[in-house]
């Protein structure tokens, strides 16, 4: 009877030093779907420039951001890439710094263009050489402090596309594109306009007086702690922190995936800064995956603008963000030809 292998011992072990050795090429050229994904990112990455003597932060702070980014990848959903859904921007004016990464790129609001439908709001009532009514005052309180949509929804009615273009116009938000069927969730804006947007809020110009920005300013800073995430995670507690936030998925409510954006300025006397983070196209879970992003890419912000900074705003918690409640409560007007849709 034939031994099971009759080949010469020293053959055998040859035989399976190549096995091992072909094995052993095998995993380490084989590749799993996100480390394609990885493989594919482009060569674009986030940049900031500053003064010169701020150059090294700069640099610092670029890396720091693409890393961040580049963290999100996820296995869940290899397809995925954060690279092409992701965009931001940051502005210091006390280090000359600016950052930015798809800036120009346009994203669907969701509940971030109410900043911009306040702001329109106020200067109507400029125009108009007025202060605001109670009633106009009850509907941006809401708006803004409590995202609540049917305030969105009368006041986007109450100043009219015409005006509200007019405030865009004298802002100089050029990329922003208003929604004209009543949808203002479904505006365009970019992170460049809503950072002129925001720094039209900081300090003294020709589009609002100082009643109106602080007016304005007051209101974000008063925005209910289950909304109050996105940007502010890692600000210091000791700056005054201005913000709001948007998140639905769009542009359909029931097969699209989810919309998250933050935008914020931060200020400290005569310092401020401001940063805007915008995505798209989040992962299952959707709402939470586009905080964490979010918050992932701001904490490093935050805490290399202000590094000396002890006491700052931390990320959202699993447990917190377990308790969100990401559930469209509002009708949109339909589009021209569709059935209507709900919509945060």
């Known amino acids: 009877m034939l031994a099971r292998d009759a080949r010469p011992r020293a053959a055998r072990h040859v035989l399976f030093t190549a096995a091992v050795a072909c094995a052993a090429v095998v995993a380490a050229t084989a590749v799993t779907p996100v480390a394609t994904a990885r493989a594919q990112v482009t060569t674009a990455r986030a940049r900031c420039n500053a003064a010169p003597a701020q150059q090294g932060v700069a640099r610092r702070l670029a890396r720091a951001i693409n890393t961040a980014i580049r963290s999100r990848f996820t ?53 108009q050489n007025r202060w605001l009514t109670s009633w ?130 931060f200020l400290h006397k005569r310092f401020g800064y401001t940063i805007v983070v915008l995505t798209r196209h989040n992962p299952a879970p959707g709402l939470s995956f586009g905080i964490a992003t979010i918050e992932k890419i701001a904490w490093v912000i935050n805490r290399a603008l202000v590094p000396g900074a002890k006491s700052v705003w931390p990320k959202s918690t699993s447990a917190q963000l377990a308790r969100l409640r990401p559930v469209p409560d509002e009708m949109l007007p339909a589009r021209p030809h569709s059935r209507p849709s709900r919509h945060h």
Not at 83 to 96: I, T, W, Y
Not at 98 to 125: E, F, P
Not at 238 to 254: M, T, V
């Open 136 to 265: 106009e005052r009850n509907k941006a309180w809401l708006m803004i402090t409590q995202s609540d949509n049917a305030a969105a929804s009368a006041l986007w009615d109450h100043v009219g596309l015409t005006r509200l273009q007019h405030f865009l116009n004298a802002a100089k938000m050029k990329h922003t594109q208003l929604n004209t069927f009543g949808a203002w969730g479904l505006t365009l804006i970019t992170p460049h306009d809503e950072t002129l947007l925001l720094r039209l809020l900081m300090s003294p110009g020709k589009v609002l007086t100082k009643r109106s920005r602080d007016y304005e300013l007051f209101l974000m800073n008063h925005v209910i702690s289950s909304q109050a995430w996105g940007v502010r995670a890692g600000a210091p507690k000791y700056f005054s922190w201005h913000i709001k936030n948007g998140w639905a998925p769009l542009p359909n409510l029931n097969r699209s995936p989810w919309v998250v954006n933050s935008i914020g300025c």
């Open 75 to 127: 296995s869940t959903d290899p397809a995925y890439n954060p690279f092409k859904n992701v965009s931001l921007a940051v502005s210091d004016d006390s280090r000359g710094l600016t950052c930015w990464y798809r800036s120009a790129k346009q994203n669907y609001s969701a509940s971030a263009v109410k900043a911009t439908i306040l702001a329109a709001l106020l200067l109507m009532a400029q125009d």
